[in-house]
């Protein structure tokens, strides 16, 4: 029996059928990540799993107990926002026993609870400080906090680290990763950003259009992707994604010979840059992109018609190919993925002889 448990779950806007129809099994401990572009229905999923909406349709249980209807506040569930909803007025000890307190709990156990959440989020200078004289990400620490001290059944995030700058961002998430591993608190967490899913989830539910795409490992994702869409929306740079129609060269190349009417996509870490006049595939270089560790190498590869497409290669060595130089390409053995016309993931063995 799964910890919390969303069946046939629903939720309209009007008209808009925001979620529509989620299945999902989460169990206990699990750090869960819904991702997925704006307006894809995350924030709106977590919101009906904390109370914050109401469920039109379908059941939410958690632990045995079937929540759909209850109340916030009996639900047993924290929530941390992206705007942090810090009492501006209230030093930081004030703000993270305030639920505390609210619920008539022994002042000394409010102490340790909260020393001890302290300790472990590295806030116990700041204790009596007001939210206005922290950083960025202190106060994000002091909201996570305030959560951590409720001993929630479920921590659920909903874009936490959205308003902190790049650096700042990467350190706290790699402090959210540590408290996971230190509570094993069952978790969901709401981000756009697909590294943050990546590197923080057991598993990562991919949502569009208020249903989800795909559930699985975040290497799972990566390496087997339902979709078109799973595949392109995980990894940096997008999985290139060629219609064969417009390069059927390709498909040999990648030795896909048979594969049916569609795409062949590739991972640019996958796509091989050789010196000009070797390869299996010619090109030319457009936009050469340093990153330091790794090198963005995108080339056109014409189909001889004038015509042709843009292949991205991600590699490991710096270059000193510059836009307008030739190229070959070749693509890693056996790395290629098919799509159909309406996207969906055709085994690659369908296109192998
Ligand atoms: P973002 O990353 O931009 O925050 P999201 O994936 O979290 O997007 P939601 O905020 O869940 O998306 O919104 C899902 C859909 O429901 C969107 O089309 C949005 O416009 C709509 N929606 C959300 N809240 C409401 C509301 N209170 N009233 C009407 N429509 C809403």
């Known amino acids: 029996m799964s910890f919390l448990q969303l069946q046939g779950v629903e939720k309209y806007f009007g008209d808009l059928r925001a979620i529509q129809g989620i299945d999902l099994s989460i169990q206990r401990g699990e750090f869960i990540v819904f991702v997925g572009p704006s307006g894809c229905g995350k924030s709106t999923l977590l919101r009906l799993i904390a109370g914050l909406e109401h469920i039109d349709r379908g059941t939410l249980t958690l632990d045995g107990r079937d929540i759909t209807d209850a109340p916030s506040s009996k639900r047993d569930l924290a929530m941390v926002f992206q705007s942090y909803a810090l009492y501006p007025h209230m030093s930081v000890y004030e703000n993270m026993s305030f639920a505390l307190k609210l619920a008539k709990e022994d002042p000394k156990v409010i102490r340790e609870k909260v020393e001890r959440a302290a300790r472990i989020l590295n806030l116990t200078p700041y204790l009596e400080r007001t939210p206005r004289a922290l950083s960025g990400g202190q106060r994000q620490r002091v909201a996570i906090g305030r959560a951590i001290v409720r001993a929630p059944k479920v921590f659920l995030f909903d874009e936490p680290l959205s308003n902190l700058d790049a650096a700042l961002r990467g350190q706290t998430r790699?402090?959210?990763?540590?408290?996971?591993?230190?509570?094993?608190?069952?978790?969901?967490?709401?981000?756009?950003?697909?590294?943050?899913?990546?590197t923080l989830a057991d598993r990562i539910v991919v949502l569009r259009d208020g249903q989800i795409e795909q559930v699985g490992t975040p290497l799972e994702l990566y390496d087997r992707p339902a979709n078109q869409f799973v595949a392109q929306f995980i990894g940096t740079p997008q999985m290139n994604v060629v219609d064969t129609a417009k390069l059927p060269a390709l498909r040999e190349v990648v030795g896909a010979a048979h594969a049916p009417d569609?795409?062949?996509?590739?991972?640019?870490?996958?796509?091989?840059?050789?010196?000009?006049?070797?390869?299996?595939?010619?090109?030319?270089?457009?936009?050469?992109?340093?990153?330091?560790?790794?090198?963005?190498?995108?080339?056109?590869?014409?189909?001889?018609?004038?015509?042709?497409?843009?292949?991205?290669?991600?590699?490991?060595?710096?270059?000193?190919?510059?836009?307008?130089?030739?190229?070959?390409?070749?693509?890693?053995?056996a790395s290629f993925h098919l799509f159909d016309r309406q996207g969906h993931t055709v085994p690659a063995a369908a296109g192998r002889a």
């Open 174 to 198: 790699v402090e959210i990763h540590q408290l996971h591993r230190d509570l094993g608190a069952t978790t969901i967490y709401v981000t756009h950003d697909q590294v943050e899913a990546m």
């Open 262 to 333: 569609g795409f062949i996509g590739v991972r640019p870490e996958n796509v091989l840059v050789r010196a000009a006049g070797s390869g299996k595939l010619s090109g030319r270089v457009e936009l050469v992109e340093s990153l330091g560790a790794d090198t963005l190498i995108y080339a056109h590869v014409g189909n001889g018609n004038g015509a042709g497409v843009q292949i991205v290669a991600r590699q490991a060595e710096r270059t000193t190919l510059h836009p307008g130089d030739p190229v070959g390409l070749d693509i890693a053995p």
